[in-house]
C-alpha cells in the first residue's frame, strides 16, 4: 500500500503574518524583513505614533510625563500588532506608556529584587549557588512599559562597555561553581553577531560553564533579528537556551512563528517567561490560548512571572489570587507541557518563589489527603 505524505506545513499556516500600517505599505519586502531596517525605523516620537494608532489623552499626557525617563521605543513590526483604535490593546499596553506609569505607589521599589547588591563585579548578579546573570547591553528593539530594569535598560551610561564585559568573564571563569549563565541585558541581540559570537566562544571555553541562556525579547519584538547567520553561529555553541517573552497570543504571528522554527531548527530549546500582566494575560482564556500557541511554535511556557515592585509598573499588578486562577485552570485541564511554574520574585533578592495552588488538603503521619484538579478528594497512603 502507498502512503501520501503531505508536505504542507499546516500548523505555520495558522499563524497569520503582520497587517503593516499604511504608513508602511510602500515600504519593501527586503526593508520590512530585515532587522536593521527595523530597529532604524523605531518609533520614538509622538509624531510618528500618530500615524500609526489614535493616540489618546491619556497616552499624550502619559508620553510627556515619562519619556525622559523611559524612552518610548517601538519596531514597525510590533507597533503593526497594536490595534489602531484600541487604547487597551493588550499589544498597546505593553509598548504605549499610560498616566499609570507615572505614579509612584508607597511599596515601589527602584531595585526591588536587589540585583545591584549581589553585584560581585558589575554586570555579573549571583545569587544562587551555580548561575549568574550577565548584563551584556542595555538596548532592547522595544521598550516594555512594563520592564523590571527600568532604571537600567536605554540608559546608556549603564551600557556593558567592552572592559565590564572582561571583567565578567573572569569572574565566571574564577568561579568554578558557575555552571548556567544568564546572558541578559537589556536584550542580548541587540549585541552584533561578533559580539555575541565573542561572548558565546569565551564562555564555551570555560570547562565548568555547562550551559549558557540567552535571555531575549527579539522573537516577540524584531523577529527579523533570528536570521540564517545568526542560527547557524548559535549551533556552534551547543547546548544553547533561548529564554523568551510572549505575553500574548496576538504576539504569536507568523514571523514570530518562523523566528523560533529557525532557533529550534538549530538546536536550540527556546523557553517563555511570561509576566502576569493586568489588562494584557490577568484571564486564564487568555494564557491557555498563549501556552497553546507557544507549544506549536516548538516554545515551552517555563514561567509566569507576578508582576515585581518596579517604580511606575504598579497599573499592571494584579493580585496573586490572580496567578494562582491561572494555574489552576491550567493544571489538569490541558497538557502539563503548557503549565509554568507561577513564581514571586522576592523584593530584597530573595529569589524566585513557586506558588502553588494548594492540592494538599490534609497530611497526618502516613496519610496525605488530596484533590485533583477537578476538586475530587483521593487519599495516598505512604508505605
Ligand atoms: C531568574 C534568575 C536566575 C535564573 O533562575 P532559574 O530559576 O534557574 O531560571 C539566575 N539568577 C538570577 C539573579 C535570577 O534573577
Ligand atoms: S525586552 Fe526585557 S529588558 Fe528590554 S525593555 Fe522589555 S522587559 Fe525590559
Redesign the pocket.
Known sequence: MAFTIVTKNTVRERFPSAVRPDLWKDTEDKDWNNWIWQQQKRIKSMDVLEKVINVDADEHAAFAGSHEQFNMGITPYYASLMDKNDPNCPVRLQAVAKTGELKIVDTDMEDP?A?ER?MPVPGI????PD???FYTTHNCPVYCRHCTRKRKVADPSSSAANKQLEEGLAYIEAHKEIR?V?ISGGDPLSNSDERLEYILSRLRAIEHVQVFRIGTRNLVTLPQRITDNLARMLSKYHPVFI?THFNHPKECTREAFDACAKLADAGCVINNQMVLLKGVNDDPKIVMELNHKLLMMRVRP??IFQCDLSQGISHFRTPVETGLKIVQALRGWTSGMAVPHYVI?APGGG??IPILPNYVIKHEGKKWLLRNYKGLEFEYIEP
Do not use: A
Open positions: 529584587l540585583e549581589d548578579t549571583h545569587r544562587y548561575r549568574v546573570l548556567d544568564v529564554h517555563y514561567y520574585d529569589g524566585k
